[in-house]
């Protein structure tokens, strides 16, 4: 494993709570103050239609779409169920060779995670597994709302 110090994840507490945003906000600030250091933006899986077109069009990156985004599946819903769907699996390690190959070619990247931290990738691991095992420092998104940080907390086992 690596361990990265030139990577940083950008999760949530759930879906549509800003993680594009401020992933975009990093990368153009990375553009105007850090020139001419190279980064990476990598979105390892993708359901449904969004994030690597909207990267690929907005931000000038020497990147295709899959390595943008390497799992990509087309049904808006949780990548294992999406990847059955079409007969697939979440082949995880694809992303991971994308991500070496951003880590060892930029000067930075930038990775967006899916949903939440929750989030199954496939039936065994979550986002945050994800994060633990890329060993990537996280910047938490969380939308402002009562409860919202609590989405992301381990429930109390009851003492009966």
């Not at 030139?6 to 759930?14: K, P």
């Not at 992933?23 to 105007?32: D, G, H």
């Not at 808006?76 to 991971?96: D, M």
């Not at 990537?136 to 402002?144: D, F, I, K, R, S």
Request: hydrophobic share 40%; charged share 20%; with cysteine.
């Amino acid at each position: 494993m690596l361990e990265p110090v030139n990577a940083l994840l950008i999760s949530g507490t759930d879906t549509e709570v800003g993680k594009t945003v401020v992933t975009t906000a990093l990368a153009a600030y990375w553009k105007i103050y850090c020139t001419p250091k190279t980064f990476g933006i990598l979105k390892p899986i993708q359901t449904g239609i969004g994030d690597r077109e909207f990267y690929s069009r907005y931000l000038s990156l020497n990147q295709s779409l899959d390595e943008i985004n390497p799992l990509h599946y087309h049904q808006p819903i949780a990548p294992p169920l999406a990847a059955e769907l079409e007969g697939r699996r979440v082949e995880l390690e694809k992303a991971w060779h994308i991500f070496e190959r951003l880590y060892h070619s930029k000067d930075w990247v930038l990775v967006e995670g899916v949903g939440g931290l929750g989030t199954p990738l496939t039936h065994e691991t979550t986002m945050a597994d994800l994060a633990w095992d890329w060993r990537l420092p996280t910047v938490l998104v969380a939308p402002v709302r009562l409860g919202a940080v609590g989405q992301v907390s381990a429930p109390v086992p009851s003492s009966s």
